[in-house]
């Protein structure tokens, strides 16, 4: 008989999610709201289904640079709690996002980056969720019938989210939004980080060869 059992998550998959005081994503939302407002009157039509979306260049421009501070500064929390030598991250892109009622974004990626972002300003309806799949192919190749569904039987997981809450994941990581049933507009912005210096700092060779060559 065995005296014990144990479970060791391996390789797991971090996301994280930070939630900023109730009353300081009030005030802070309006703000982001009333420039991203400014930025998309008039919106342009939509086909069904579509959404706005801003040119992914936000983080250049000064009515933005609060909301660039956040994402670097979680980015740095997540290369913190990675344990990384090099935290010097930098948002690469930024965009405002904006789903109508229908609205929703297919399973996606961010490529060239190391870590992806989001940050909700409105989630109208409790409409606000982003699913992430199993990165794992293989994973899927038994799913037999569960009784109840976990993180560890499951090939996605469904996040809830609410305004002043940023969730960030690695770039990688396959996601998509639902459709926003609700009957209002749900906001976000997205954000992609990236190392500033990693051709310099991570790209060379971790390792040192046998045959010695003066630099
Ligand atoms: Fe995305």
Do not use: C
């Not at 998959?13 to 005081?21: A, Q, S």
């Not at 983080?59 to 640079?65: I, N, Q, S, T, Y």
């Not at 913190?80 to 405002?96: A, E, I, P, S």
């Amino acid at each position: 008989m065995f005296e014990d059992l144990t479970v060791r998550d391996v390789f797991p998959t971090p996301i994280w999610t930070l939630d900023l005081k109730a009353d300081v994503a009030a005030d802070f939302n309006a703000r982001l709201l009333k420039e991203l407002n400014a930025l998309m009157t008039p919106r342009p039509p939509l086909a069904p289904g579509a959404n706005w979306q801003t040119d992914p260049i936000l983080h250049e421009k000064p009515e933005f640079a609060d909301l660039t501070k956040l994402a670097i500064s979680a980015g740095r929390a997540a290369a913190k709690f990675l344990k990384l030598k090099d935290q010097d991250l930098v948002v690469t892109g930024l965009w405002g996002n904006v789903n109508p009622p229908g609205g929703r974004n297919s399973p996606h990626t961010h490529p060239n980056n190391f870590l992806s972002g989001v940050y909700y300003v409105s989630t109208p309806g409790n409409e606000g969720r982003i699913v992430f799949d199993d990165p794992r192919a293989q994973a899927r190749v038994m799913m037999p019938p569960i009784h109840e569904f976990t993180a560890h039987n499951g090939n996605n997981i469904t996040f809830d989210v609410k305004p002043g809450r940023m969730v960030v994941f690695p770039a990688w990581l396959t996601h998509s939004v639902p459709v926003n049933a609700s009957g209002h507009d749900r906001i976000s912005f997205a954000f992609n980080l990236m190392f500033r210096d990693y051709v310099q700092n991570a790209s060379p060779a971790l390792w040192r060869g046998t045959v010695k060559i003066d630099a």
